[in-house]
């Protein structure tokens, strides 16, 4: 018998790195080919040439190539699509997609992803706590899983054929299965985690692959062990846990597969810790920033640590001097060895600070994105294994930014913060719901069943252009307010004209519904090339919330009274909420969130005090984000339902009881918040219902909830236009569920993303199929 020793994890490394390229390289290519005006080899060829400029770029920043320091973690839309096409799991509408032996080229991977004629996409959903979105894998009792791809062991070559020993990475068995959904059809008592012993021959497949083309080392993600939040009870993930990890470490003889690391990135492993530290696996990286030092448990002699200690999520630079010390207390731990990573991947990040010449330098100085995180990674390596000595001037420069930070003018203004300190319970509380109710029909004066939109409407070719033109200069500010002026008087138009009864402007003057708050606030910056994957080819580029906040002079007011002058009917003026804007924003880390939403809250406001003195009724706070923010371990739910309802009620309480405030929300799982949206105390929440169809109003009823609903009867996210009688049925569904006087009739969602050509056939349906369902009360 030969003894075989593990090989020695990089003493530095990252999970993972942006994928979409500085300049989006990967989205262009993808959207050209989509277009039809390039072929898959095109693709091929960028995706290779990004792939080489990271490990280029990682390699020059100091991670090593000789071993896997460098992770092969790229994918051309989703990581857990990837997994889907390895394991060759095509859901049956799509089979004729892949050739005989499971396999799908870049067309068909398109497709699983983006639907084709009445074929749907697999869904979309969010992956973990952060604002990037997953496929959802379509598991059933009769999947035939095989080796259906050998892209990571080609991309592993491709970085050897350089000279780079990668680190493969793919999303772990126990995750994978633990995110699918059944299929349709699956009997009740069926769970895709049945399923694991079949999946666990392809990863070992893979794994001795991996092995027989040079890998050292494998990255094994398995996010689910961090969250309460998966399908699957705990009892039943730590037994799959177990069962995967017997296959894949215990059972693969040492020398037949790479060493292998499973990262448990987005969270505390809880106890999911010593259920991994029995296995096998040979490392176990463990989220430093979200979650806390384990204790010592069994099983830790033979397993080195990866300690995920830079934020792989914000961007603000470590305090590299209290890493240090969060690293020795785990030395402490008895585990073979400790390592220095990032918590998550670094694909939530933008790429390069330096990339970044508009941003005012001396919040550069506090910032680090990936790029400057991979530094902080060699650096804390260093003065691990060297001592503290030895990265002396990389720690003063560290605590330098700090300093700075702390006392940067802008940072803690005393006026926002007398403001939040002297708040008192009223400023939460509005008056009774029964007398706001009563007040409100006084002064609306709005029909049974009142239509309204969510706000946006379609965000055309020309106010894209007008917003290019104005941002270079070519357009005076005073003639892109022109412009939007006239589309706010189109809009205005067309509502009246399709009969709607509460109208919007449509918000044509925004280009992202955070953003544009970000930008008219004290306390924030925004960039110019901070991209971050949101899903597939999409990105948004998150705001900086660097400061305290305050509103420095009204935002949407003018636009909002310019609307008001247009019409009789009522406009409801359109704020992002607190919540939302905090999570689709880069966030300070140097206080707790809840106070830096009150200071957001008081913000808006005093935005809405003067849109109501301004002569508006009703105004809508949005906050598709909350369930979003919602955390992953249910035992820290309340505390974030606590902070966040009460952000939401000091932006809106503010008002007079016949001032009507909405909110809106963009997902359908009622049920699950239930608390938190009767906390919110709006007069009238809209929600999304309609793929659905209306399956939420049961929970509604349940409930008992008093306050008024716009359930959603028109999909947005899908280009069809419903019809009337669908639209019928669906509201006399409504009428059924729930009292006529707290219903509402709206689509799912804001309409920026439609074209015209959707928009107006669909809010005709709608007005029609309100008509006729009057007409029987
Ligand atoms: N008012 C926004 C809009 O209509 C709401 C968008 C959202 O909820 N995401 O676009
Ligand atoms: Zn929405």
Redesign the pocket.
């Known amino acids: 018998m030969t003894e075989t020793t593990t090989p020695a994890f990089p003493t530095g490394s990252v999970l993972g790195y942006p994928r979409i390229g500085p300049r989006r390289e990967l989205k262009k290519a993808l959207e050209s080919f989509w277009a039809g005006r390039t072929e898959a080899a095109d693709v091929e060829t960028v995706a290779a040439d990004l792939r080489r400029r990271t490990r280029t770029r990682l390699a020059e920043l100091g991670l090593r190539t000789d071993v896997p320091a460098i992770p092969s973690a790229f994918s051309f839309y989703d990581q857990v699509l990837d997994a889907t096409a390895l394991l060759g799991a095509v859901p049956e509408r799509f089979a004729d997609l892949a050739d005989a032996d499971g396999r799908l080229d870049l067309a068909g991977y398109s497709t699983l992803a983006r639907g084709r004629g009445d074929d749907l996409p697999l869904e979309m959903t969010k992956w973990f706590d952060t604002n990037y979105h997953y496929l959802v894998p379509e598991i059933g009792p009769e999947t035939t899983f095989r080796y259906a791809s050998d892209r990571p062991v080609r991309e592993l070559a491709e970085g050897l054929a350089d000279g780079v020993l990668t680190r493969p990475v793919v999303v772990g068995p126990v995750t994978y299965l633990a995110l699918a959904k059944a299929t349709e059809g699956s009997p009740a008592d069926f769970s895709p985690i049945d399923r694991l012993p079949d999946v666990l021959p392809v990863y070992a497949a893979l794994l001795r692959d991996l092995r027989a083309a040079g890998a050292t080392w494998v990255q094994l993600d398995e996010p689910a062990l961090v969250s309460d939040s998966v399908d699957v009870p705990a009892e039943r993930l730590y037994a799959a846990v177990i069962e995967a990890y017997r296959a894949l470490a215990t059972e693969i003889p040492a020398d037949e597969r790479p060493a292998i690391l499973v990262a448990a990135p987005y969270g505390d492993l809880g106890a999911a810790w010593p259920v991994l530290a029995a296995t096998d696996v040979d490392a176990i990286g463990i989220d430093l920033v979200r979650g806390s030092v384990p204790e010592a448990v069994p099983g830790l002699g033979t397993t080195t640590l990866v300690a995920g200690v830079v934020d792989g999520h914000n961007i603000w630079r470590a305090d590299l001097d209290a890493k240090l010390t969060v690293l020795e207390q785990l030395e402490g731990l008895g585990a073979a060895a400790v390592t220095v990573g990032t918590s998550t991947s670094l694909f939530h990040v933008p790429h390069d600070t330096a990339d970044e010449p508009a941003l005012d330098p001396t919040l550069t100085s506090w910032l680090a994105f990936a790029d400057q995180k991979v530094s902080e990674v060699v650096t804390l390596a260093e003065g691990l294994t060297e001592g503290r000595e030895a990265v002396h001037d990389q720690l003063l420069a560290a605590a330098e930014a700090l300093r700075s930070r702390a006392t940067a003018p802008g940072v803690r203004r005393p006026e926002v913060r007398e403001r939040t300190a002297a708040l008192t319970a009223d400023a939460f509380t509005r008056g009774s719901f029964e007398e706001r109710k009563v007040q409100q029909a006084a002064r609306l004066e709005l029909p049974p069943l009142p239509t309204t ?4 409407f379609p965000q055309t070719t020309d106010i894209r252009k007008a917003r290019a033109a104005h941002a270079k200069g070519e357009l005076t500010t005073a003639q892109y307010e022109d412009e939007m002026r006239a589309e706010i008087r189109r809009v205005v138009e067309l509502q009246e004209e399709i009969g709607l009864d509460v109208l919007v402007h449509g ?1 044509p003057e925004r280009n992202d ?1 955070v953003q544009y708050f970000a930008e008219n606030l004290d306390g924030f910056a925004v960039t110019q090339n901070g991209w971050v994957q949101s899903y597939g080819s999409r990105c948004t580029r998150p705001s900086i919330l660097w400061g305290d906040v305050s509103r420095p002079a009204p935002i949407t007011v003018s636009w909002t009274s310019y609307t008001q002058s247009l019409t009789s009917k009522p406009v409801k003026g ?1 704020l992002t909420g607190p919540v939302t804007i905090l999570a689709w924003s880069f966030v300070r880390d140097d206080q707790p969130l809840g106070e830096t939403a009150n200071q957001v809250a008081l913000a808006l406001r005093d935005e809405i005090a003067d849109l109501e003195a301004a002569g508006i009724a009703i105004v ?1 706070v ?1 906050e ?1 984000a909350l369930r979003e923010l919602l955390p992953l371990r249910e035992a820290d739910h309340a505390a974030y339902l606590d902070w966040s309802v009460r952000s939401f009620r000091l932006a809106t309480s503010g008002v007079r009881d016949d001032t009507q405030i909405h909110t ?1 929300l ?1 997902y359908s799982e009622f049920g699950e918040v239930i608390g938190a949206i009767d906390g919110l105390d709006a007069d009238v929440t809209s929600i999304e219902a309609a793929r659905s169809k209306m399956e939420i109003l049961g929970d509604i009823a349940a409930a008992g909830y008093p306050r008024a609903i716009g359930p959603g009867v028109y999909d947005i996210h899908s280009p069809r236009v419903p019809s009337e009688e669908e639209v019928t049925e669906l509201l006399t569904e409504a009428v059924k569920a729930i009292a006529l006087d707290q219903l509402w009739v709206n689509p799912d ?4 993303t439609r074209r015209y050509e959707e928009v107006t056939p669909s809010l005709e349906a709608i007005l029609a199929a309100t008509r006729t369902v009057r007409a029987t009360l």
Request: proline share 6%; aromatic share 0%; charged share 20%.
């Open positions: 939109t969510i706000g946006s918000e519904m359109m809508q949005d598709p809106h963009c969602c804001g309409l920026k």
